[in-house]
């Protein structure tokens, strides 16, 4: 079956998906005062990491146009769309609109759009998870159904080094702020089923912290002999290594990948963060 997965930059992929030919990229843009990046596969993050860390703003991020889909949309293969929680960004809908639209001209087509209601390698999993049930050979609409129960068992946490910039662009409405700085406490993060954020505790410095998410991690996963353990760390492999020793030397998850954070996941989880799911 002749199948493409779009996924937004918010996927971090890993190597091999990078250079699958079924996985198509469409990026976002992100702002760092005037200066307009693209996230795509020149993205550098050295670069941006340094601009973000002179720069007194926070950065923000623009989403796909519907007509950055469209294009992706044309050939004679069945279609899937993972995109970043439409509870965080606009990529989401503007991947509908594309549908949409491209849909009153091929009304035959066959497009399912993916809301992760998660980010990062929550996106990853999830596309990973529709090239797995496409090459076992199940039909359209068997992928829709499986990856929809799939996504359902997904949980997704994070320990950043700060959240200046999810505070600063509204991602935390409804969390108190919390003066990390001067005492340097990390939050443990966590997606909802609804695609927000949510404040699941919190340690005093980053080690404990990391220690704190790999307990909760052992706590609350199911069957984790057939869960892949996907890691993503900004600019810090040996935190992201750490973090994943810790958690396979308590739980027996089947398979575990780390992978880089790209243009948008590394302006959410800033210098030295981890997202984790499972």
Same mark, same amino acid.
Not at 105 to 119: G, L, R, T, V
């Given at each position: 079956?002749?199948?493409?997965?779009?996924?937004?930059?918010?996927?971090?992929? *890993?190597?091999?998906?990078?250079?699958?030919?079924?996985?198509?990229?469409?990026?976002?843009?992100?702002?760092?005062?005037?200066i307009? %990046?693209?996230?795509?596969?020149?993205?550098?993050?050295?670069?941006?990491?340094?601009?973000?860390?002179?720069? @007194?703003?926070? @950065?923000?991020?623009s989403?796909?146009?519907?007509e &950055?889909?469209?294009?992706?949309?044309?050939?004679?293969?069945?279609?899937?769309?993972? *995109?970043?929680?439409?509870?965080?960004?606009?990529?989401?809908?503007?991947? =509908?609109?594309?549908?949409?639209?491209?849909?009153?001209?091929? @009304?035959?087509?066959?497009? #399912?759009?993916?809301?992760?209601?998660?980010?990062?390698?929550?996106? $990853?999993?999830? &596309?990973?998870? %529709?090239? #797995?049930?496409?090459?076992?050979?199940?039909?359209?609409? #068997?992928?829709?159904?499986?990856?929809?129960?799939?996504?359902?068992?997904?949980s $997704?946490?994070?320990?950043?080094?700060?959240?200046? *910039?999810?505070?600063?662009?509204?991602?935390?409405?409804? %969390?108190?702020?919390?003066?990390?700085?001067?005492?340097?406490?990390?939050?443990?993060?966590?997606?909802?089923? =609804?695609?927000?954020?949510c404040?699941?505790?919190?340690?005093?410095?980053?080690?404990? &912290?990391?220690?704190?998410?790999?307990?909760?991690? #052992?706590?609350?996963?199911?069957?984790? =002999?057939?869960? $892949?353990?996907?890691?993503?760390?900004?600019?810090?492999?040996?935190?992201?290594?750490?973090?994943? =020793?810790?958690?396979l030397?308590?739980? @027996?998850?089947?398979?575990?990948? %780390?992978?880089? *954070?790209?243009?948008?996941?590394?302006?959410?989880?800033?210098?030295?963060?981890?997202?984790?799911?499972?």
């Amino acid at each position: 079956m002749a199948y493409k997965i779009i996924v937004d930059s918010c996927t971090d992929l *890993t190597d091999r998906m990078k250079k699958d030919k079924h996985i198509k990229l469409v990026p976002l843009t992100i702002q760092v005062d005037d200066i307009i %990046i693209t996230d795509d596969e020149f993205f550098n993050q050295k670069d941006f990491l340094k601009l973000v860390a002179e720069s @007194p703003n926070s @950065p923000k991020s623009s989403c796909p146009s519907p007509e &950055a889909y469209m294009k992706l949309y044309s050939g004679k293969e069945d279609i899937y769309v993972v *995109t970043l929680s439409a509870n965080l960004s606009g990529s989401y809908n503007s991947a =509908e609109v594309g549908k949409k639209l491209y849909l009153e001209e091929h @009304p035959y087509k066959n497009i #399912e759009i993916f809301n992760s209601c998660s980010a990062s390698v929550g996106q $990853t999993l999830i &596309a990973g998870k %529709i090239q #797995e049930y496409v090459e076992a050979g199940k039909g359209f609409s #068997e992928v829709i159904h499986l990856t929809k129960a799939f996504r359902e068992k997904l949980s $997704t946490k994070f320990v950043l080094e700060n959240l200046d *910039t999810l505070r600063k662009s509204g991602r935390l409405t409804g %969390i108190k702020a919390l003066i990390t700085s001067v005492l340097n406490i990390k939050p443990i993060m966590a997606g909802t089923k =609804e695609g927000t954020i949510c404040k699941l505790d919190q340690a005093r410095g980053i080690q404990k &912290a990391l220690i704190l998410m790999v307990n909760l991690i #052992e706590q609350d996963v199911l069957k984790p =002999e057939e869960r $892949t353990l996907a890691i993503a760390h900004c600019n810090n492999y040996n935190r992201a290594l750490f973090v994943k =020793e810790e958690i396979l030397r308590r739980v @027996p998850f089947k398979d575990s990948f %780390i992978v880089e *954070t790209a243009g948008v996941s590394s302006m959410y989880a800033g210098d030295g963060g981890i997202i984790v799911c499972y």
